[in-house]
């Protein structure tokens, strides 16, 4: 397979004007919107990359497999007693749904699910934010990764919307700890910045590229990594999972930074980054050049 000339081709065809950055985090809102990075890390280890692949920005979202990884492998099964496995449907922020179903989120990739996931780390671990950044540096093979506190704190500031998810979850009683401090770790993880290759790198035990799942003591069998990867193909878009998983055909995580994570496993994990998203919240280039690369290559899990 020639992926050199086939991300040459992704980089080409994928560029479109189309989409808006993220602006209701103020700290994002000033990124340069023609940014483009991608990086492929095959199973034998080649790694092609082009454009901004080594610029770190906000992994945002991207940040709640890594949480996930966490408190799945700290709370096994139990997990599920707090937060769902079922595609949500609606948008990422949304609180309707909550209500509804007595404060138990669909899912952990939604808000309120992350902010469920964020409760279990704060219950369970002594320095619950370094305890992930030492988790997502050994996972990424890089101890330079770090938070971002501008951008925690931009988020804090104007965080109404999380703050109403959480204080909804607290109602239910699905919140053990302080609505704050659950807030301000979540803010933390979204701040985490990572490039295009660090994500890539940091996603191959998902992939089963590298096995077994044990970093820092955070263990995960076989069956688990699994579950989360599901999760990934059925929630990691959003309400736009079911179009990725149809345009893409890859399990796979976004944020509203711009950033793409996807990955056929046992063949490769691939990150893209292109701070323009569309109105669901998912990188417009992003996705389209994902969508290419799999059409070009003929390699996702259908
Ligand atoms: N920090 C962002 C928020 O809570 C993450 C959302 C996302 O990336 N979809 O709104």
């Not at 040459?8 to 994928?14: A, G, I, L």
């Not at 989409?19 to 990086?39: H, M, W």
């Not at 949304?94 to 138990?104: A, D, P």
């Not at 996807?262 to 992003?286: C, D, E, M």
Request: hydrophobic share 40%; net charge negative.
């Amino acid at each position: 397979m020639d992926y050199t000339s086939i991300l040459h081709q992704v980089f080409d065809e994928s560029k479109t004007d189309d989409g808006k950055v993220a602006d209701y985090i103020p700290e994002l809102s000033g990124i340069n919107p023609a940014k483009f990075g991608i990086y492929l890390q095959t199973k034998d280890f080649k790694k092609i990359e082009l454009g901004d692949s080594q610029e770190a920005f906000s992994i945002q979202s991207i940040s709640k497999v890594f949480t996930l990884s966490m408190a799945f492998s700290l709370l096994g099964e139990k997990i599920w007693q707090r937060v769902g496995v079922e595609p949500s449907g609606s948008r990422f922020n949304s609180i309707i749904q909550l209500e509804y179903e007595n404060g138990i989120p669909r899912n952990p990739f939604i808000n309120a699910g992350a902010l469920v996931v964020a409760d279990i780390l704060l219950s369970h671990l002594k320095n619950p934010k370094q305890d992930l950044l030492t988790f997502v540096q050994e996972l990424a093979q890089d101890k330079s990764i770090d938070f971002d506190s501008r951008i925690a704190q931009s988020e804090k500031e104007t965080g109404f919307h999380n703050a109403s998810l959480v204080n909804m979850l607290k109602a239910h009683g699905n919140i053990k700890n302080n609505c704050s401090d659950v807030l301000d770790f979540y803010y933390h993880q979204c701040s985490l910045n990572m490039t295009c290759q660090q994500l890539a790198i940091a996603f191959s035990p998902f992939a089963s590229l590298t096995e077994p799942f044990d970093f820092e003591g955070i263990i995960l069998s076989k069956s688990q990594v699994k579950r989360i990867n599901a999760i990934m193909l059925s929630c990691g878009f959003y309400d736009e999972s079911g179009e990725f998983a149809f345009k893409v055909g890859l399990p796979g995580k976004s944020g509203v930074g711009g950033g793409i994570v996807a990955f056929q496993p046992h063949q490769y994990t691939i990150a893209v980054w292109s701070p323009k998203l569309n109105q669901k919240g998912n990188s417009v280039r992003g996705m389209k050049a994902l969508e290419l690369f799999t059409t070009l290559s003929g390699q996702s899990i259908f």
